[in-house]
Nanobody, 127 residues
Framework: QVQLVESGGGSVQAGGSLRLSCAAS????????MGWFRQAPEKEREFVAG????????LYADSVKGRFTISRDNAKNAVYLQIDGVKPEDTAVYYC????????????????????WGQGTQVTVSS
């Protein structure tokens, strides 16, 4: 089992920045590719960003490229999502997730392979 706890959400004005954190506990953190997803009201959960076990490979949804940065610290069992230039359409509950993968450099961009999910943290952007 892996437990994931997100933090750092809140209310922010458009153009501002936030840094989301996800603390992991349980099984060795570096066995998992990590991802961030979000779900806005009345919308499907969507992929935002993913990072490989090594931390060297990252992928982003087109809607967030250039504004969001995912990173991880395997020594601290944590993954982060830096959000810059926030827009009202970024308003959503943000979830971190962990996927057990063999390849050290693989990034997982779909929800199905993710085995563990956090409870989510709300991000609200006002215009």
């Amino acid at each position: 089992q892996v437990q994931l706890v997100e933090s750092g959400g809140g209310s922010v004005q458009a153009g501002g920045s936030l840094r989301l954190s996800c603390a992991a506990s349980g099984r060795p953190f570096n066995r998992y590719a990590m991802g961030w997803f979000r779900q806005a009201p009345e919308k499907e959960r969507e992929f935002v960003a993913g990072i490989s076990r090594s931390g060297t490979n990252t992928l982003y949804a087109d809607s967030v490229k250039g504004r969001f940065t995912i990173s991880r610290d395997n020594a601290k069992n944590a993954v982060y999502l830096q959000i810059d230039g926030v827009k009202p359409e970024d308003t959503a509950v943000y979830y971190c997730a962990a996927a057990s993968v063999d390849l050290y450099i693989k990034v997982v961009v779909t929800a199905t392979p993710y085995d563990y999910w956090g409870q989510g943290t709300q991000v609200t952007v006002s215009s």
